[in-house]
């Protein structure tokens, strides 16, 4: 066929596409630069000529924010009231912001670091499992996969039950569990259709030379889908960066991610703090925007559970 | 007999890959001419450049004697077979042979007439409602086939049509090929790398190699009378035997030497022009070279080598000075034992090649 | 082998196959049996009382007052069923917003996939910033599309640009403009992956049959209906089948978009789960639901999954 031609119209659909794609993340940048009598206004103000980082201090650097503003130096227990003043920012808004902005990132790092290594070293063992000794037919990977796909609010309703009366609410070790448990299904399922691809007449050749089963698994299998483990590895942090809900219902107080913080400076203030709020949402997608770009050409594998290769 | 297809020119080049080199040639209306060539060699190509697929880097195409450069794929009203059928697998057989009178808008009746006319020709009159999962191959290729001719092509163009086929369902689709040219006298493009299709089906042979034009004759002359020494390997099994010497007389017979051994010649006009000293390949087909008697007039002497028996004939190697030459003989003719035996080449399809060029000495006022 | 078959025979090979495979596929049964089937059977078991933590019963004494008190059992998803159009209506919203946003999802990366088809400039750039959207995470989608979408915010603006005189669109507060924020928003998001899906799907198309339709004469709109979209028939179903698991989930953007609200305009079943569970702290009767929605979720992906649960399995 000879190649079709771009056209005029197709010019302007992927134009329109890209406005759409992009506009809502640009949007939210520019936002977090707006200084708060900005934040609402009408008509809206795209782009802030009056630019400021203090949103990206509140939320990274509340002391440093103070002591430009010439108010207190001190970020003590007992001057955090007047703290959040000074900041502009009403008492308890403001007790959270100073707070709890380093403990949510922090709490995002911990639990997607441990949730995915849990995920992954799980999954892998699955995954070698299912595709080498094809454990438990068809039913297993199906069984597995059912983790996914119920609506997991359903499943979070018993989940808190259990875990208060085992008092594992709130805590890190019960957040990872949890966030390992909700995100094994994709990462057997991506893990297995890598090993998949992999002929296994590798292995064969590999124990023929007397190779245990293990040490093929380990020193043949292993090595060789190093890069299908790392783009799981990626992927499921991903996910466990974005979950939410678990999160939600799991977390109170000692334990918090940035999804939870974002949702809460929402609630707390109907909006009023539109630009901190942009600040920490910037913040928060840059790890997703970097990781989802080198693994770009796996994301389809692992979003359609390796039904789709390319 | 009216031209039907003629070439002009035609070249195709790929950046700085010339694909097809400045091709010309001209298809007579009813007839078979087969694309003969080692893959790769641009017959691909040029079938694509007929049938509209890819533009021509200069050159022409003539249809009917009217150029059809500019008329765009799809409008040129040829037909393409393609090497893997290229069936539409989710419609039946039906839905298949409908599809390009649907585009060209017939009335329902009157495809439904042409379709089941179609199937019938080509043995599917009974599969209409299959769908091509449950086709063998060379129903597939009946499908195919169905489905280009219902919509009465000027040219019926097949890309390499039999090769994906076992060798049992080869024969078959063979004979049903050559059934469809007589019955349906279409003027055929017949693309092969397989030679004993090209000399079963073509009436022409266009022989192509590295995008050039080699040889295009009937089927015939390109078989006995190859013009370069690709063509005479190409074409035939055993191919063409190739002794490389050198040009001589010795007492007013001319002879080729090589290693001090010698091939005298019969008289050739190729010859006439060609002087002693020039180095001169001789061709000669493996079944156009007779064992005789030591010693008898106008052969020349080989060392048994080996006898592979087939049947009726047998594949004779023997070593000529350091050529292995290979002939085909009636098993009766196999000389036993081991030791000297005499070739004697018939005389008139003797093959002369310039060894450096490869081209075919001829003579002067015929080429 | 003969080494195996020795070892064999003292009754326990750590290279066995059954052994190995059965060994590693332990942590993840124990795993999802402690976090998945576990608290699964105490939905089903709580679902038949009327327990709240707020009662101030604790959990076990609930779970046995279900086996040996007399209870209303089975009232909750009576209930539900004939007397709570709440829970009916949430399934059906769910339906909708996953049907619309599917559907738009599918034209929008279609069109945008066929366009990639053909050679333009900065393709590998486009391409990137189109998938921008999937790479989000869902809290933040949910909080741009707020910010957009307010009643100050540059969508009205654009809208009053187009329209001539600015549109008091009340998006988030009024229903049915709600409804559409949360597809417009759901859109937004996961187009991309449709988009990435339906490409992957066209470039794997067989060439020949298009160059065979193209010889007979065919135009490249009745190609595209009549051999391209045919043998896309199965990718196209893993795109809906896995988008459409997902959707149903619909959750983390609705929340910080509308709540579910204004009322319960755009309270879709995730949400309404939610709210029974965490606001009104009714846990067994949230169960209930919970346990009827998983009932129907089951159904409704086995019945979807029917179609690839082929190419899921097996190695292609």
Redesign the interface.
């Known amino acids: 066929?000879p190649?079709?031609?771009?056209t005029w119209y197709?010019?302007i659909?992927?134009t329109l596409?890209?406005i759409?794609?992009?506009?809502?993340?640009l949007?939210?940048i520019s936002?977090s630069f707006k200084p708060s009598n900005e934040w609402?206004?009408?008509?809206?103000v795209?782009v802030s000529g009056d630019a400021t980082v203090e949103n990206y201090l509140t939320v990274l650097w509340p002391s440093a924010l103070l002591e430009k503003r010439g108010g207190l130096t001190q970020y003590t227990e007992g001057g955090e009231q007047k703290v959040a003043e000074q900041t502009g920012v009403g008492g308890a808004v403001g007790d959270i912001l100073n707070k709890s902005a380093w403990q949510a990132i922090w709490g995002s790092v911990i639990l997607s670091v441990f949730g995915t290594a849990l995920s992954i070293?799980?999954?892998l063992?699955?995954a070698?499992?299912?595709a080498?000794?094809?454990?438990?037919g068809?039913t297993?990977?199906?069984?597995?996969l059912?983790?996914?796909?119920?609506?997991?609010?359903?499943?979070?309703?018993?989940?808190?039950?259990?875990f208060?009366?085992v008092g594992a609410t709130d805590t890190y070790w019960g957040l990872i569990?949890?966030y390992?448990?909700v995100t094994?299904p994709f990462s057997?399922?991506m893990l297995k259709s890598f090993i998949?691809?992999l002929p296994k007449e590798i292995e064969e050749a590999a124990m023929m030379d007397g190779m245990?089963?293990?040490g093929a698994h380990l020193r043949i299998t292993l090595p060789l889908i190093k890069g299908g483990v790392i783009a799981t590895t990626l992927f499921i942090f991903?996910l466990n960066?974005?979950e939410?809900?678990f999160a939600?219902?799991l977390a109170y107080t000692k334990v918090s991610t940035i999804?939870v913080q974002?949702?809460k400076y929402?609630s707390a203030t109907e909006?009023l703090l539109?630009g901190v709020?942009?600040a920490l949402?910037t913040v928060?997608?840059v790890p997703?925007?970097i990781v989802?770009?080198f693994i770009?050409k796996h994301?389809?594998r692992g979003?359609?559970?390796?039904?789709?290769?390319? | 007999m009216a031209i039907k297809l003629e070439l002009v020119n035609l070249r195709k080049e790929y950046g700085a890959l010339v694909a097809v080199n400045d091709m010309s040639l001209k298809v007579e209306e009813g007839e078979t001419m087969a694309l003969l060539g080692p893959s790769g060699c641009g017959k691909s190509t040029t079938l694509n450049m007929i049938?509209?697929?890819e533009t021509p880097t200069s050159g022409d195409i003539l249809i009917d004697g009217q150029s059809v450069s500019k008329i765009p794929?799809?409008?040129r009203n040829?037909?393409?077979v393609?090497q893997?059928y290229?069936?539409?697998?989710?419609?039946t057989v039906r839905g298949n042979m409908e599809?390009?009178l649907k585009?060209?808008k017939v009335g329902q009746r009157e495809i439904n007439q042409q379709v089941e006319k179609m199937a019938s020709f080509v043995g599917l009159a009974d599969k209409l409602h299959r769908k091509p999962a449950e086709l063998s191959a060379s129903e597939m290729q009946r499908v195919?086939i169905g489905?280009?001719l219902v919509?009465s092509p000027q040219i019926l163009l097949l890309d390499e049509p039999l090769s994906n086929l076992e060798s049992e369902m080869r024969h078959q689709m063979r004979r049903e090929l050559h059934r469809i040219q007589l019955e349906t006298k279409q003027t055929i493009i017949y693309v092969t790398h397989d030679q004993i299709e090209a000399l079963s089906l073509a009436h022409r042979i266009a022989v192509m190699n590295l995008g050039v034009l080699q040889q295009y004759d009937t089927s015939y002359n390109v078989y006995h009378y190859p013009r370069s020494t690709f063509v005479g390997s190409f074409l035939g099994n055993p191919p063409m035997n190739f002794i490389k010497g050198t040009l001589k007389s010795a007492g007013g017979q001319r002879l080729i030497e090589q290693d001090g051994a010698r091939i005298p010649l019969p008289s050739m006009k190729e010859l006439a022009g060609v002087s002693d000293g020039a180095a001169v390949t001789v061709g000669i087909r493996a079944e156009t070279a007779d064992i005789v008697p030591l010693g008898s007039p106008g052969s020349f002497e080989a060392e048994l080598f080996a006898i592979e028996p087939q049947g009726p004939e047998a594949v004779v190697t023997a070593k000529f000075a350091n050529t292995l030459l290979k002939v085909v003989v009636p098993t009766s003719a196999v000389p036993k034992g081991s030791g000297s035996i005499a070739l004697l080449p018939h005389a008139n399809l003797l093959a002369l090649f310039d060894t450096q060029s490869g081209v075919r000495l001829m003579n002067g006022a015929a080429s | 082998m003969s080494s195996q078959g020795r070892v064999a025979a003292r009754g326990f090979n750590?290279?066995d196959?059954?052994y190995?495979?059965?060994?590693?596929?332990t942590?993840?049964q124990i795993?999802?049996t402690?976090?998945?089937v576990?608290?699964?059977v105490?939905?089903l078991i709580?679902s038949f009382s009327e327990w709240s933590?707020v009662q101030g019963i604790g959990?076990?004494e609930a779970v046995g007052a279900v086996f040996t008190e007399d209870l209303d059992q089975g009232i909750n998803y009576s209930v539900l069923i004939t007397e709570e159009p709440r829970f009916l209506e949430a399934l059906g919203r769910t339906a909708l917003i996953s049907v619309t946003s599917l559907v738009l999802e599918f034209l929008?990366g279609l069109?945008?996939a066929t366009?990639f088809?053909?050679?333009?400039p900065a393709k590998r750039v486009?391409f990137?910033?189109?998938?921008?959207?999937?790479?989000?995470?869902?809290?933040?989608?949910g909080?741009?599309?707020?910010?957009?979408l307010?009643y100050?915010?540059?969508v009205n603006?654009v809208i009053g640009w187009i329209g001539g005189s600015q549109p008091e669109l009340q998006w988030l507060n009024t229903g049915f403009l709600a409804f559409f924020a949360v597809v417009i928003t759901e859109v937004?998001h996961w187009t991309?992956?449709f988009f990435?899906?339906l490409l992957?799907?066209l470039?794997?198309v067989?060439?020949?049959?298009?160059?065979?339709?193209?010889?007979?004469?065919?135009?490249?709109w009745?190609i595209f209906w009549?051999?391209v979209m045919?043998?896309m028939?199965g990718?196209i179903i893993?795109?809906f089948v896995?988008r459409g698991?997902e959707v149903?989930?619909l959750?983390?953007e609705i929340?910080?978009l509308t709540r579910g609200g204004p009322g319960t305009a755009t309270e879709t079943?995730?949400l309404y789960?939610?709210k029974l569970?965490?606001e009104d702290f009714r846990?067994a009767y949230?169960?209930s639901a919970?346990?009827i929605?998983?009932i129907i979720?089951?159904v409704l992906?086995n019945v979807m999954?029917r179609p690839?649960?082929y190419?899921?399995?097996e190695?292609?």
Do not use: C
């Open positions: 066929m190649p079709k031609r771009f197709n010019g659909g992927l596409a890209l759409f794609a992009l506009f809502p993340v949007w939210m936002t609402v206004r009408q008509p809206p795209w070293i799980v999954g063992m699955a070698i499992s299912i080498r000794y094809r454990f438990g068809n297993t990977p199906f069984f597995i059912s983790g996914r796909m119920f609506p997991p609010i359903a499943i979070a309703i018993p989940f808190v039950v259990m208060s009366d569990l949890a390992g448990a094994v057997t399922w998949d691809d245990s089963r293990w991903i960066w974005s939410f809900l939600l219902i999804p974002l949702s929402f909006g539109i709020q942009a949402a928060s997608i997703l925007v989802g770009f770009q994301l389809v979003l359609t559970l390796g039904a789709i290769k390319r | 049938v509209g697929l794929v799809g409008r040829v037909g393409l393609f893997d290229a069936v539409f697998t989710h419609m599809y390009g585009v060209r195919a489905r280009t919509t | 750590p290279n196959k059954k190995i495979g059965g060994l590693l596929i942590p993840i795993l999802l402690a976090l998945l576990f608290p699964f105490l939905e709580l933590p959990l076990w929008i069109g945008l366009i088809l053909k050679a333009f486009f990137t910033a189109l998938l921008t959207p999937m790479m989000i995470m869902p809290v933040v989608v909080y741009t599309w707020f910010m957009l307010q100050t915010g540059p603006q937004w991309p992956l990435l899906i992957s799907g470039n794997a067989p060439q020949n049959p298009i160059r065979a339709a193209t010889v007979l004469g065919a135009s490249d009745r009549s051999v045919p043998s028939k990718i893993i795109a896995i698991m149903i989930k959750f983390d929340y910080l079943i995730s789960l939610y569970a965490f846990l949230a169960g919970g346990f929605v998983l979720t089951v992906i999954l690839i649960r190419q899921l399995l190695k292609r």
